[in-house]
């Protein structure tokens, strides 16, 4: 099956900075990755996502890259704000008739004011 | 629409006691996922239906868990006997297979969460 890496587990950054997540994905089938934010005893919730007919993604602060030869993928925020702190989720998934999504480990960003 | 809806939002409960988890889905929507999320394991997908037919369940750990969807608006997931490894957050999430305006195409929207502590 599916096996998704994510790294880094814990990212702390200063207000203002980038912050950048990488994941790996196993299976060469995959071709839809969603990133999920989930804010301390909240609900995931996504925040962006690419499908693999594209490389890279955009919206507003946040923007997502994703390299198929390679099978990795990457969330970028610029200009991090305290709100962004939060855990972070890549997941991947097949699409088509299979919509299992599986998750990499997440990550916390942690903003400095 | 209030969203996916799950109850309870907590549960504790003593090993070996029947623990029954709900949700109600997103009305429309024709899947529903289980997962089970532990610092230890992160976020596992335990089992989806799809038109309320249980379609994958490779994720549910051993043969206390159970899980139903006998109509579109609802599921249970049902763990008889209880064990403390089973200390957990549970959620439910929903996906439509049909065309969103207002959202990504793909986006599973998840429940609110049980937070289940097994003594």
């Known amino acids: 099956g599916e096996n998704v890496e994510q790294h880094p587990s814990t990212l702390s950054v200063q207000e203002g900075d980038s912050a950048v997540i990488k994941c790996t994905y196993s299976d060469s089938a995959s071709n839809y990755f969603p990133w999920y934010k989930q804010e301390l005893g909240k609900r995931p919730q996504l925040i962006i996502d690419?499908?693999?007919?594209?490389g890279e993604k955009k919206d507003q602060r946040i923007a997502v890259t994703l390299n198929k030869t390679a099978k990795h993928f990457s969330l970028h925020i610029t200009e991090t704000q305290p709100e962004d702190s939060a855990v972070y989720f890549c997941?991947?998934?097949?699409?088509?008739?299979?919509?299992?999504?599986?998750f990499g480990k997440g990550t916390l960003l942690t903003v400095n004011p | 629409d209030a969203g996916v809806i799950q109850s309870p939002r907590h549960e504790v409960t003593e090993m070996g006691q029947e623990v029954t988890l709900r949700c109600k889905p997103i009305s429309g929507h024709d899947y529903l996922f289980w997962y089970r999320q532990t610092m230890m394991r992160g976020l596992e997908l335990l089992i989806y239906f799809n038109n309320n037919v249980p379609i994958d369940d490779s994720g549910m750990p051993e043969d206390r868990f159970s899980a139903k969807m006998p109509n579109a608006s609802f599921s249970t997931l049902k763990i008889q006997p209880s064990e403390p490894r089973d200390s957990a957050v549970y959620f439910c999430?929903?996906?439509?297979?049909?065309?969103?305006?207002?959202?990504?195409?793909?986006?599973?929207?998840f429940g609110p969460g049980t937070r289940l502590t097994v003594l």
């Open positions: 999430a929903s996906w439509t297979s049909g065309r969103s305006k207002t959202s990504s195409y793909n986006e599973q929207f």
């Open positions: 690419i499908r693999s007919n594209v």
């Open positions: 997941a991947a998934s097949r699409g088509g008739s299979n919509y299992k999504l599986t």
